[in-house]
C-alpha cells in the first residue's frame, strides 16, 4: 500500500522532536481534515496512541502515520515538510487535491469537498 500522506526527512525530524519535548515519544502522527477556515477544509496533525479502525496507517522514518478512510481521498498525494527561514520554521503542506487555498495557506477546498467555509 503507498502512502496517502509522505513526510519528507526534514518534516519527520522535526515531528520526533516535538514528540521529544512533549513526552510523545513512540506516539501515532494522525494527519486529518476538518470543515472550517476562509476555504472550507483545513489541516490538522497531532499525536495519537492507538490506531482506530477506520485508519489506514504506514510508517515512514520510524513515525507511524494515521489517516482516517474518509480523509485518504482528499489527503492522496499530499507532502508535509519542513522548511527553516530567517523568520523561523514551519510546515508546509502541498495537497494535489486543492483547487482553492486562502492567503494564509491554511484552508483549502477540493474539487468534490468545499467543507464548511468560514468568513475571516
Known amino acids: 500500500m503507498s502512502?496517502?500522506?509522505t513526510i519528507t526527512e526534514a518534516a519527520a525530524f522535526?515531528?520526533?522532536?516535538m514528540?521529544?519535548?512533549n513526552g510523545e515519544e513512540g506516539s501515532l502522527l494522525r494527519?486529518?481534515?476538518k470543515g472550517g477556515g476562509c476555504s472550507g477544509l483545513s489541516y490538522g496533525m497531532g499525536f495519537e496512541q492507538e490506531?482506530?479502525?477506520n485508519d489506514q496507517k504506514d510508517e515512514q522514518f520510524g513515525i507511524a502515520v494515521l489517516v482516517d478512510g474518509e480523509d485518504a481521498p482528499i489527503l492522496n498525494g499530499t507532502v508535509i515538510d519542513y522548511k527553516q527561514s530567517l523568520m523561523g520554521?514551519?510546515?508546509t503542506i502541498e495537497n494535489p487535491n486543492a483547487i482553492a487555498s486562502c492567503g494564509c495557506g491554511s484552508s483549502f477546498k477540493t474539487a468534490t469537498n468545499a467543507g464548511t467555509p468560514e468568513n475571516c
Open 89 to 91: 520554521g514551519g510546515f
Open 51 to 53: 490506531a482506530g479502525e
Open 3 to 5: 502512502e496517502v500522506v
Open 19 to 21: 514528540m521529544k519535548h
Open 31 to 33: 494527519v486529518a481534515v
Open 14 to 17: 522535526q515531528i520526533k522532536e
